[in-house]
């Protein structure tokens, strides 16, 4: 139940920040407990992301400089808020960084990048999906992605295309997602060795 609750957390504001780095704004979400503190007055009471109507709001409040804070059950505990302890993520600016120093213990980030159209996920404190926001229906696909991130771990590079992966293991790959993790090339090796084998 519980992990049912935070897919539909994770696909509501995986919805959210393709519509805003759609429209080549930034922002930063957070789902879990991450160090921070405040940059703006809170003026709108805690509400729940999963509850009816709320995406206007979270679009408006995810655009105020700092992050959206949201609990485990889906309640925005915080926004504008400042993650404390960041460290620079070479070649990126301040948002890059917040969102891997939030990402860390188990707590997963959701960044829109302005420039790039994209947005990025980060997960334990590791960069490990991103999204082309210009991709044509990648929004269908959020389902899917989301069962991408309850399995993938961090560290190696694979580009996830238009094909189909492995549909007998019942990976696919999702048109204008990047996903970074070392379980993409697990299954890769294991596809190759098969082939190997069928000769």
Known sequence: MVKKKIKAIEEKILKIALEIAKKGDGALFVIGKPNYSLLVKQEIKPFNVLEPGTEKTLKAIATIDGAVIINENGLVVNYGAMIKKTRPFLGYGTRHAAA???????????????????????????????IDALQKNVEKDIPRITTFLESIGAGFVG?????????????????????????????????????????
């Open 100 to 130: 891997i120093t939030a990402s860390k213990n188990k707590n997963l980030s959701i960044l829109c990048s302005e420039e790039e159209h994209k947005v990025k996920v980060f997960k334990n404190g590791k960069f490990i999906m991103q």
């Open 159 to 199: 580009t996830v295309g238009v094909a189909t992966l492995a549909p007998t293991l019942g990976i696919t790959l999702i048109p204008g997602v990047l996903i970074f993790g070392g379980s993409y090339l697990a299954i890769k090796a294991i596809i190759k060795r098969i082939k190997v084998l069928k000769r």
